[in-house]
């Protein structure tokens, strides 16, 4: 369901697992989060709530490294979509298979 946020962007809660990541949409600016690793839930869920309050990669990183201070957030472009790559170390980790 759609949810108006302090910024007046609109995003999408709808969540999806493609090839082992968890990937968070926004409607209106088209940009994806890329979580990684993908198994931390409650990290994911963190970087999706301040994703609605920051303009940019840098701005969500700052907020997430209160709480995860080796976050890192990486913007890549793809031909239709922004995605931030969200990493909890500061870099790609492998998760632990199921």
Known sequence: MPVRTRSGVRTQSRMCVPARTQEVWTTA???RLVINPHT???????AHELA??????????????????????????????ERWYVYREGHWVNAPGP
């Not at 931390?40 to 963190?46: K, S, T, V, Y």
């Not at 920051?54 to 979509?81: F, H, I, K, N, S």
């Open 29 to 31: 600016s088209e940009t």
């Open 52 to 81: 609605e309050h920051a303009d940019g990669p840098e701005q969500l990183q700052a907020l997430l490294r209160d709480e995860y201070t080796r976050a890192g957030v990486v913007r890549g472009v793809t031909d239709v979509t």
């Open 40 to 46: 931390d839930h409650e990290f994911g869920r963190r």
